[in-house]
């Protein structure tokens, strides 16, 4: 029985640099501390502040649109870290800059309830939360469904688990761009020839 395809794309590093954001509202410093509870506060606030300084990748747009005309996929989804307290924003963004017609079903984000009220996310010996564990019990549930044919994501471990998952995955990588160390592009990507 053959089941429909779906693309796996994420969004920060890959088709959106929101590090300009980031770098105004996360405290990597209490995450590097081990201040698990400081560092989601400053997340929280970084998920519900405005996406406007967020600045579209044209290359990963550009690499999203060709992969999906090449593959022709039934369904198409963007899975991201990024808390669901940001849906709003975030489906508003992606609408704007990737494709108009995206819905509810096109996008998978981190649970909100991980982040219900300020300072009080995580008792004493909870697990804390792992970005390549979400994505991978996400991905399980879409390969239910689906016949996952390939994803893209600019974080390796990420990409390593959809390779142990037996799901091609694509490290996008583009130069001056990295959401997750709030380094910017510093230049336009692909302004200068090789």
């Not at 039934?74 to 508003?92: D, I, K, P, Y």
Request: charge should be negative.
């Amino acid at each position: 029985m053959n089941r429909d395809k779906v693309i796996v794309f994420d969004i920060d590093g890959v088709v959106c640099d929101s590090s300009a954001r980031i770098h105004k509202y996360s405290d990597y410093k209490a995450f590097e501390r081990g201040d698990y509870n400081a560092f989601r506060v400053s997340m929280r606030a970084y998920n519900t502040a405005p996406v406007d300084e967020d600045i579209p990748i044209e290359h990963g747009i550009k690499l999203l649109h060709s992969l999906l005309h090449f593959h022709n996929p039934e369904h198409f989804t963007f899975l991201t870290s990024r808390g669901n307290e940001s849906r709003a924003n975030t489906l508003g963004w992606l609408r704007e800059h990737v494709y108009s017609w995206l819905t509810d079903d096109n996008l998978i984000m981190r649970p909100e309830y991980i982040e219900t009220e300020p300072g009080v996310f995580w008792g004493e010996g909870e697990p804390k939360f792992c970005h390549v564990q979400f994505k991978r019990e996400e991905t399980l549930k879409l390969a239910q469904k689906f016949d996952v044919v390939m994803a893209a994501d600019d974080h390796l471990p990420i990409c390593e688990m959809y390779q142990e998952l037996g799901v091609p995955a694509l490290h996008v990588k583009f130069p001056g761009v990295d959401c997750l160390s709030k380094a910017g592009m510093v230049e336009a990507v692909g302004s200068k020839s090789i």
